[in-house]
């Protein structure tokens, strides 16, 4: 983790196979990338890689969900709105799942480290304030996701594919 860097990811690798996914090259491009996309994009997150096992138990835990889902995103303090957040800040926990990440990047034709920079975005937007409740909010996350993918080199995920929109 750079301690200059403007958004910092903590990598916290708990349980699952991430070799596929590379993570640490994909952590590194993704911070970088968000601060030129979101002002506010500073602070420090922590990525916890884990199993389906683990993402299971703290979706039944703290959503009430009996099943694992991609990701999970656990803000740190109050849901601040999007673009109010406070600079130099603990944003939160994003936490993945390997089998569950595997599994979509196969079944959508993508790659594994594609998937997983994308759901690391995702995660992250979720802890500055963004989501996906309504039509208008999701058109507003899914957007500047795709743009911070192409800045990435990755192709827009949502060009062929649909999220479980209501499970993060």
């Known amino acids: 983790m750079d301690p200059d860097a403007p958004l910092r990811i903590e990598l916290v690798e708990e349980a699952g196979d991430w070799h596929r996914f590379d ?22 997150v922590t990525l916890v890689l884990a199993d389906d096992a683990l ?4 979706n039944r ?27 130099n800040t603990h944003l939160g926990d994003v936490v993945l799942a390997a089998e569950t990440l595997a599994r979509e990047a196969e079944a959508e034709n993508k790659t594994h480290g594609d998937h997983f920079s994308h759901l690391v975005v995702h995660g992250i937007l979720h802890l500055m304030g963004y989501d996906h ?36």
Do not use: W
């Open 55 to 58: 993402v299971c138990d703290l």
């Open 133 to 168: 409740e309504t039509d208008e909010q999701a058109a507003a996350m899914e957007s500047l996701e795709t743009a911070i993918l192409a800045d990435l080199g990755i192709a827009d995920p949502y060009a062929d594919a649909v999220l479980d929109a209501g499970d993060h």
């Open 23 to 44: 993570p640490a090259a994909r952590i590194a491009a993704v911070s970088a990338a968000l601060p030129r996309f979101v002002e506010e994009a500073s602070g420090e």
């Open 61 to 87: 835990r703290f959503r009430g969900k009996d099943r694992p889902t991609n990701v999970l995103s656990f803000p740190a303090g109050d849901a601040v709105p999007a673009g109010h957040l406070p600079i």
